[in-house]
């Protein structure tokens, strides 16, 4: 049944000749929203501005999270914001599955993280465009920052109606944070991926960075109630014209695209220094490769890790190069692992940082 106007409760400067019970009989449309004339009922009422932001809240729960907190307490009641620094893989795992399916992501709430001197940046498309996918669930984001910069993530109320829901995402977020730290060990040195397609002989990887959110690769890797991900592959064309170098890098693994947890942006860091995935040797106990190290044992971290990923690629079509998987390939090198920590200005030449 329609909820007749006038009968919420709106904190409102009274004028001196109205009382409280005055102004409730009142029939208007709450902050944000407008009817037309003679509308009898709240649904009646839609946004003055389409996908105006009427209110801003921190979903995150600070007993449970990362601890970088920039700016006062006070300060973030309506943002997350996080300094960070090169190479930190923030994820932010997201418990909105208990929000009602009437509360609709894109037309009543909304995501948004926001990117010091860039203003909003552009979320995946599992988020931003794909409408089969539900936002009111348990969802995952991952921040893989190649710069400097502070981001602010924060939930949006875009329609007055919803105003009340806004209390449904009060703590529901946690934020973690990773960093490398063992490729040269206590620095944030990381193993990179170089990749290199001077003679364009074999087609580009489907998991460059294309999307202009400078400082930042942003990926997502939602879960629905039954903790499986919503695994999908997508149609992406690599345009050559997108990036300033051919060669290019990378702090995540080129070619590995669409994978469990992870999504199009696969850190090496998140896999060779992860408890999850590898025994993690003391330093003071390791023995390296060396020029005479046949006879001797060489001790050092060990890694098994089973990750399940998609083909992005249409296996059903040809392109006009040769891809990774196919034979006229195999003789190819899709790109090189070097054996020592790079740092995160050696990226400088690349499209992440240009």
């Known amino acids: 049944s329609k909820e007749p106007c006038g009968t919420w409760l709106e904190i409102t400067k009274l004028p001196p000749r109205l009382t409280r019970q005055e102004v409730r009989r009142q029939s208007r449309c709450p902050r944000g929203t407008t009817s ?3 509308s009898k009922f709240l649904t009646d009422c839609t946004p003055s501005v389409k996908g105006a932001i009427l209110f801003r809240m921190n979903p995150v729960n600070n007993s449970f999270s990362y601890q970088n ?3 006062r307490e006070e300060e973030q009641i309506t943002a997350a914001t996080y300094d960070i620094l090169p190479l930190d893989y923030i994820k932010i795992s997201m418990s909105y599955y208990h929000v009602p399916h009437t509360t609709v992501y894109g037309q009543h709430w909304q995501h948004s993280i926001y990117l010091d001197g860039y203003g909003a940046v552009e979320l995946p498309d599992q988020i931003a465009t794909r409408t089969d996918v539900s936002k009111n669930d348990y969802q995952t984001l991952h921040i893989l920052s190649y710069a400097q910069t502070k981001i602010n993530y924060s939930v949006e109320i ?6 009340e829901d806004a209390n449904l995402f009060e703590g529901m977020a946690n934020v973690t944070n990773v960093y490398p730290n063992r490729a040269e060990f206590g620095t944030r040195k990381a193993f990179m991926a170089y990749y290199s397609a001077p003679s364009r002989r074999i087609a580009f990887p489907k998991n460059l960075p294309m999307k202009p959110n400078p400082g930042v690769v942003i990926t997502e890797t939602s879960t629905n109630k039954t903790k499986v991900d919503n695994f999908y592959k ?10 300033p170098s051919s060669k290019m890098v990378l702090p995540y693994f080129p070619y590995f695209s669409k994978c469990k947890g992870y999504d199009n942006t696969l850190p090496i860091f998140a896999i060779l220094e992860d408890e999850k995935y590898c025994d993690l040797i003391e330093p003071r106990y390791t023995r390296p490769i060396e020029d005479f190290t046949i006879l001797r044992e060489v001790v050092g971290d060990e890694c098994h890790a089973k990750i399940d990923c998609l083909y992005d690629e249409d296996l059903g079509s040809a392109e006009a190069l040769p891809r990774w998987f196919e034979a006229q390939a195999a003789t190819e090198v899709l790109f090189y692992l070097p054996p020592f920590g790079i740092d995160s200005d050696d990226m400088s030449d690349s499209a992440l940082k240009a």
Not at 234 to 243: G, L, S
């Open 69 to 71: 907190l920039t700016q």
């Open 36 to 38: 037309e004339a003679r």
């Open 234 to 243: 997508e149609d992406i064309t690599v345009n050559p014209e997108d990036f």
């Open 158 to 163: 875009i329609h007055g109606r919803y105003y």
